[in-house]
């Protein structure tokens, strides 16, 4: 079946590290997105990108970084200047023409201070 | 600035009766406003598109309206069941080729039995 699996569904994170969230969709969807989640607040975008190689900042990008060398994986890194990152982290993609294509979501990484 | 409100306080309802859900929004012109449900611990899962120039969109028991005079659409499920207990969320689109969604809060949806 065609999805979306992120890894690890819990991750503890030490002061001044940095830790990488796994996010890999094999849908051939060309978009792949970032979100956070904080209790009682809506999704919001940290990074996408469109296609392989490209991706642009969100809303929120600062104390993040991202790559994507393939099309099938996007994954998000939790730098050590992110001084608030006790949160869910969801990765989503989707088909053009955007917005309006669904997108797909993961079933998240909880990611918690040690 | 943007800004996208969903009812704060959670929905309960009797099984059988119409749920109503509400997202309004400001300052802004979407070109599309879709719908999400999410489960405690999962990703949102999509449930219905409506577009700008769209009243209305229905799907088995669901159905959303889109007033964009009100800035307001409405989210119904009916014959409610306790298996449509979760949170639903709102999510705006503009026209720009970037497939940027602003989501809401949510709505957290109890059906008891």
């Known amino acids: 079946d065609g999805g979306i699996t992120q890894s690890p569904k819990y991750l503890f994170r030490k002061e001044g590290q940095n830790v990488t969230l796994s996010c890999e969709q094999n849908l051939n969807h060309d978009a792949m997105y970032w979100y956070r989640q904080d209790p009682g607040q809506g999704l919001r975008l940290i990074y996408y990108s469109q296609i392989v190689n490209d991706f642009q900042k969100g809303d929120i990008a600062e104390g993040y970084s991202v790559s994507r060398e393939k099309k099938e994986s996007f994954p998000l890194t939790v730098t050590s200047a992110q001084k608030n990152p006790t949160a869910f982290y969801l990765c989503?993609?989707?088909?053009?023409?955007?917005?309006?294509?669904?997108?797909?979501f993961g079933d998240g990484t909880r990611l918690s201070i040690l | 600035s943007q800004k996208i409100e969903q009812n704060s306080e959670a929905l309960n309802i009797q099984e059988g009766k119409t749920a109503t859900l509400t997202c309004n929004y400001t300052n802004y012109s979407p070109a599309y406003l879709q719908w999400y449900r999410q489960d405690p611990g999962r990703g949102p899962v999509f449930l219905l598109l409506?577009?700008?120039?769209?009243k209305e969109k229905r799907k088995e028991r669901l159905k959303v309206t889109f007033d964009t005079t009100l800035k307001q659409s409405l989210f119904h499920i009916t014959a409610s069941q306790p298996a449509d207990s979760a949170t639903y969320l709102c999510a705006l689109g503009g026209s720009s080729n970037t497939g940027k969604l602003i989501f809401g809060q949510g709505t957290t949806l109890q059906v008891k039995p």
């Open positions: 989503a993609s989707s088909f053009p023409p955007y917005p309006n294509q669904p997108q797909h």
């Open positions: 409506i577009r700008e120039n769209e």
